[in-house]
Nanobody, 122 residues
Framework: QVRLVESGGGLVQAGGSLRLSCAAS????????KGWFRQAPGKEREFVAA????????SYADSVKGRFTISRDNAKNMVYLQMNSLKPEDTAVYYC???????????????WGQGTQVTVSS
């Protein structure tokens, strides 16, 4: 199983930025896709972004397109989520995910981290 540890969450004012990081370790899949999900209080977990092993393919939820950017550094086994122009509705626990493909990440299959809290104040 892949171990995923998120960091970088916190409290930020609306319009601000945060950068989330996810460190992967353990039994890696070798060539895998990574992604981010989020879950707000009282809501289901939802897809945010995904990136292929090479970084050549990315996928975003419509709600974050143009504001969030996913990237990865395979040499460091890290994946990042740069979040700009944050809105109060972005408040949620953000989870890192790993799966065999971008499509698999989007489907919610694969491994998960424990999450990091992001709170955006108005």
């Amino acid at each position: 199983q892949v171990r995923l540890v998120e960091s970088g969450g916190g409290l930020v004012q609306a319009g601000g930025s945060l950068r989330l990081s996810c460190a992967a370790s353990g039994r890696t899949l070798g060539i895998d896709a990574k992604g981010w999900f989020r879950q707000a209080p009282g809501k289901e977990r939802e897809f945010v972004a995904a990136i292929s092993w090479s970084g050549g393919t990315t996928s975003y939820a419509d709600s974050v397109k143009g504001r969030f950017t996913i990237s990865r550094d395979n040499a460091k086994n890290m994946v990042y989520l740069q979040m700009n122009s944050l809105k109060p509705e972005d408040t949620a626990v953000y989870y890192c995910a790993s799966a065999s493909s971008v499509a698999a990440v989007r489907s919610g299959s694969g491994d998960w981290g424990q999450g990091t809290q992001v709170t955006v104040s108005s």
